[in-house]
């Protein structure tokens, strides 16, 4: 199973950002699928969750300008970002939880991770 993260780069202040991570190889199901970043000198932190019903759930702070989607037959998920700040820069990881065939267990996987740099 590998997860292909796409979308970072130089953005500006006050724009947005969309990014997105695809999860290929032997997939039997993909449970919860979520965005992270760690931010220079800090620890990692949720982004935002969405289960495969669709139901999402962001972090407090990042609420309003968050929305987080995904694509079911694309294994796809996606982040949305408006009204960036400086403090918005950070690798930006994505994880699914999955279950690679259908007797075997759901196992947490992770992205690359993408950077994301905010600058005025």
């Known amino acids: 199973v590998q997860l292909q993260a796409s979308g970072g780069g130089l953005m500006e202040t006050g724009g947005s950002l969309r990014l997105s991570c695809a999860v290929s190889?032997?997939?039997?199901?993909?449970?919860?699928m979520s965005w992270h970043r760690q931010a220079p000198g800090k620890q990692r932190e949720l982004v935002a969750a969405?289960?495969?019903?669709?139901?999402?759930n962001n972090a407090d702070s990042l609420k309003g300008r968050v929305t987080i989607s995904r694509d079911n037959a694309k294994n796809t998920v996606y982040l949305h970002m408006n009204g960036l700040k400086a403090e918005d820069t950070a690798v930006y990881y994505c994880?699914?939880?999955?279950?690679?065939?259908?007797?075997?267990?759901?196992?947490?996987?992770w992205g690359q991770g993408t950077l994301v740099t905010v600058s005025s």
């Open positions: 969405i289960t495969n019903d669709g139901s999402s």
């Open positions: 994880s699914a939880v999955v279950r690679a065939r259908s007797e075997g267990s759901w196992d947490v996987y």
């Open positions: 190889g032997t997939i039997f199901a993909v449970s919860v």
